[in-house]
């Protein structure tokens, strides 16, 4: 959440939803739902180290990049928090 914020106390659970829903809303994305995000991810981790190969970064480089790109697909959709 916090990639998400410049002012990191204003960042809720409502705003990744917002993101989340304004991403899924491009064009490019119309045919996919949320069981789909771990194979987007996997995509554009496998163009993300195609790319880096190609421009001559080292498999150490290419895993923090993939490590710093990373989250974590809950298992549920997270309830939203109405308490703000």
Known sequence: MASYAKDKS???GL???GRYLSKMRLNQYKDYRWKDT???QELEKSKRE???KQQGY???QIALANERAAFVVPEEAPKPDFSA
């Open 10 to 12: 204003k960042v809720t």
């Open 15 to 17: 705003t990744i939803v």
């Open 38 to 40: 771990e194979f987007l």
């Open 50 to 52: 195609q790319i880096m």
């Open 58 to 60: 080292d498999a150490q």
